[in-house]
């Protein structure tokens, strides 16, 4: 424990009335004055937090690396009510911030689940798996949904890496349809359409109504095992799809077909 506190990392920042709010590998939620960096209030966690707050209605929101929801009063720090979702020890080092709805807390963990709570007092409103064992590979008994919840026009997205992307009914939380795709990254719904990219590389466009796919790109290309790039996004902007790589390529391309634009090498 004296190891992982001293070289914490992860975390992350909001800001909202004035204020930063910080998330910490080092155990602990802070907000700060945005115009000179005073400290207003710091309240310590349980665990390391690696993924950034959210801030909505007067509350911060954070996970913690054992799969903990916690809630604060944003004004003071005070620490609300929080939920324990199922423990995972196999997971990844990365972590999801959650989502806000009107007053519902949409929120992923390691475990694969996803929940959505009343942020004004946590009380359930439904919880959803998505996992899927695949006796072929060991990895896919790690059910992590590392990329953030999407919610848009009435409907949640998330996708897990043990092989399943769906789209929710955010006010029943019955899932739509679900497709076998595995992934850690964060969805990107715009239009009828909503896009996501696979643990392998793959960038697919698929109809936010049925399901149904409308085009996967291999970013990749014939590239395979060491050679091949981890890819990350995607963000709509400027009528582009920008993407990501662990290989230092940035490409830019056509969200209606897939088709590359431009790629940028850093």
């Known amino acids: 424990r004296e190891r992982r506190d001293r070289y914490g990392f992860g975390g992350g920042l909001a800001y909202a009335d004035g204020k930063v709010y910080v998330s ?129 026009k009435g409907d949640v997205y998330a996708a897990s890496h043990s092989g399943v992307f769906a789209a929710i009914d955010l006010r029943t939380g019955t899932s739509r349809w679900t497709l076998p795709v595995a992934s850690f990254t964060t969805p990107w719904a715009a239009g009828d359409v909503v896009y996501i990219v696979s643990q392998t590389g793959q960038l697919v466009c698929v109809s936010r109504e049925s399901g149904g796919i409308y085009w996967i790109i291999d970013l990749n290309g014939k590239k395979t095992g060491k050679n091949a790039a981890y890819w990350f996004g995607p963000v709509l902007a400027d009528n582009r799809l920008i993407l990501t790589s662990s290989k230092g390529d940035i490409q830019a391309r056509n969200p209606k077909t897939g088709e590359l634009i431009k790629t940028l090498r850093t």
């Open 24 to 152: 910490s590998g080092y155990r602990f939620v802070a907000a700060l004055d945005a115009h000179n960096g005073r400290t207003v209030w710091k309240t310590a966690t349980d665990e390391p937090v690696h993924a950034a707050p959210t801030v909505s209605g007067g509350r911060v929101f954070v996970v913690s690396l054992d799969d903990q929801l916690y809630s604060f009063d944003a004004k003071t720090g005070v620490p609300g009510w929080n939920y324990q979702a199922i423990i995972e020890p196999a997971r990844m080092l990365a972590a999801s911030s959650p989502a806000i709805s009107g007053d519902a807390v949409i929120t992923t963990f390691a475990s694969g689940e996803v929940i959505a709570k009343r942020a004004e007092n946590g009380n359930d409103l439904w919880n959803q798996a998505l996992s899927r064992s695949n006796r072929n590979s060991a990895l896919s008994e790690i059910r992590d949904i590392a990329g953030r919840p999407v919610v848009y």
